[in-house]
């Protein structure tokens, strides 16, 4: 069974930082491509960073780009966002994604509140 667990989310005060985990079981994970995404109320789904197979390539979309960090750890099928720098307008549901070809996977999220 495929699953991909989100974990990490929260309330946080504005300039604050989360660590977000995603777990990944079921499927062959070394080999997917992992992006986090994440949905504020009223607003349309959004790519935030994308993690090669290796983690050797990263990509980051401009709105977090300097302040969010994507890595994995194949040896413990889990992706990582590091979220530092946080602001308000970064509230939202986080979800996790994994890609392989025609494949995808999703999880089910995790909030991230930035509140003071």
């Known amino acids: 069974q495929v699953q991909l667990v989100e974990s990490g989310g929260g309330l946080v005060q504005p300039g604050g930082s989360l660590k977000l985990s995603c777990a990944a079981s079921?499927?062959?994970?070394?080999?997917?491509?992992m992006n986090w995404y994440r949905q504020a109320p009223g607003k349309e789904r959004e790519l935030i960073a994308t993690?090669?197979?290796?983690?050797?390539?990263?990509n980051y979309a401009d709105s977090v780009k300097g302040r969010f960090t994507v890595f994995r750890d194949n040896a413990k099928n889990t992706l990582y966002l590091e979220m530092n720098s946080l602001k308000p307008e970064d509230t939202a549901v986080y979800s996790c994604?994994?890609?392989?070809?025609?494949?995808?996977?999703w999880g089910q999220g995790t909030q991230v509140t930035v509140s003071s």
């Open positions: 993690c090669t197979t290796t983690g050797g390539s990263t």
């Open positions: 994604n994994a890609r392989f070809m025609s494949t995808k996977y």
């Open positions: 079921g499927f062959t994970f070394r080999r997917y491509v």
